[in-house]
């Protein structure tokens, strides 16, 4: 048997019976009268269609349009997120991390995947795997490279490892070339790994 | 516990791969691990803490081989059976073989939104005052509980600084062993990359926790 093989095996026996055991124990679950299915069905829709990066966008995209709104939301930002409606579980306590031409900010979880919810869904995989969370603390410039970034070497680099209940979400740099655009349009600039540290936004360019 | 989840500075990972557009989800099981999870919360009458703490508590070995949401659907499984809301038999054949357990509340549809709305804040108040202020020097304290708690291995015995009081919220050390939350003033230390690396170390970089009291001693000025 090649590794190649083996590795097949290997995973599609381990998932199947994981399969049957979740299928098994959500029977159980709903036949004691513990869970209700549409519930369920709400939760997981919640987070495949509704809460997502989009949401952190357009807060970014409304910190770069609006300086008195950038202030409130680098203040405090569980409340400024809270006006454009984003709020709750595993975003209860919310900091917004300024990066700015000599400071760039990182966020990860070396304990287990503690993740800005309400304004980024749920974490990519890479987030929550053992490459980035023993390396984002040690060699973040190292992890900026797997994702095609470089920063100069002058800029200082901050990693925030998320060990409470504080979740963080970076305001990236506002793209040069992006003067007078709308909050709409400016969040087409926001990507996901922007605002974790791990990506800049697009460049204006880049949307043609 | 010194476990398998404590991955901060750990060699032999490889390199991080992002996976271009990424679902949400990879798989129907997935998602039904993860709503399960969510919705068993309340009626289960567990905390986030002890729900860590029942994801990270198996061999190291084991925690590193298993997906992400196989440690999710694993660790509902021993909370479950831990308070005999379900039994080993139950899962083995499928169906309830036991008369229920009397549950706080079941999760209803229309409850989701706002729930999830609501989420769990963890600040509570207090009248004891914070031992630390900001630019304080702190050593993270050498402890090693065997239970869970949230101060990383490469940070213990470090010196850093303190850069916010963030108030004072409740004590996963305390709260994921069921003694209750015992809330405690939470700080966020930064420490230079040479101080947790070695001298080797990029010069460029900084490192943050988020630190509750009793992980912290004050360190002289100069050492």
Not at chain 1, 91 to 116: K, Q, R
Not at chain 2, 154 to 183: L, M, T, W
């Amino acid at each position: 048997m090649t590794d190649h093989d083996h590795h097949h095996d290997h995973d599609h026996s381990e998932l199947s019976e994981t399969e049957l055991r979740v299928r098994a124990l959500e029977t159980v679950l709903t036949e004691k009268g513990y869970v209700d299915l549409a519930a369920l069905d709400l939760l997981i829709e919640t987070y495949e269609k509704k809460v997502g990066p989009r949401n952190g966008a357009r807060v970014v995209a409304k910190a770069w349009a609006d300086p008195t709104y950038r202030a409130r939301l680098l203040n405090d930002a569980t409340p400024a997120i809270a006006e454009l409606g984003f709020a709750g579980r595993q975003g209860e306590h919310i900091v917004a991390l300024e990066n700015t031409p000599t400071l760039h900010n990182m966020v990860v979880c070396t304990l287990c995947s503690c993740y800005p919810w309400p304004v980024l869904g749920l974490p990519p995989v890479w987030y929550k795997s053992a490459p980035y969370r023993s390396r984002a603390v040690a060699d973040p410039r190292g992890v900026l490279a797997d994702f095609g970034v470089t920063l100069p070497k002058d800029t200082d680099i901050r990693v925030w490892d998320s060990t409470a209940e504080i979740r963080y979400l970076v305001l990236p740099m506002r793209p040069a070339g992006s003067e007078g655009w709308s909050e709409e349009k400016l969040a087409d600039l926001v990507t996901r790994d922007s605002m974790i540290g791990t990506g800049l936004p697009k460049r204006p360019e880049d949307l043609k | 516990m010194n476990g398998g989840q404590d991955l901060g500075g750990t060699h032999g990972h490889g390199t991080v791969a992002p996976e271009p557009n990424e679902p949400v989800f990879h798989s129907d099981w997935e998602k039904r691990a993860f709503a399960l999870t969510l919705a068993m919360g309340r009626p289960g009458g567990w905390n986030i803490d002890m729900s860590r703490f029942a994801r990270e508590n198996r061999p190291p070995q084991e925690y590193l081989s298993m997906s992400y949401y196989e440690l999710w659907f694993y660790g509902l499984e021993t909370l479950l059976k831990e308070r005999k809301l379900v039994d080993d038999d139950e899962i083995l054949v499928g169906h309830s073989l036991h008369p229920p357990k009397p549950i706080a509340s079941v999760l209803s549809p229309d409850d989701v939104i706002k729930v999830l709305h609501r989420g769990g804040p963890t600040e509570r108040g207090t009248n004891t005052a914070a031992r630390f202020k900001a630019d304080d020097r702190v050593r993270a304290k050498n402890i090693n509980p065997l239970t869970h708690t949230r101060l990383p291995r490469y940070v213990r015995g470090h010196v850093g600084v303190i850069e916010r009081v963030i108030g004072c919220h409740v004590f996963p050390d305390s709260n994921a062993s069921g003694a209750g939350e015992d809330p405690q003033w939470l700080y966020t230390v930064r420490f230079e990359g040479c101080e947790l690396w070695g001298t080797a170390a990029d010069p460029s970089v900084k490192v943050s926790i988020d630190a509750w009291e009793p992980y912290l001693e004050p360190a002289k000025e100069i050492e």
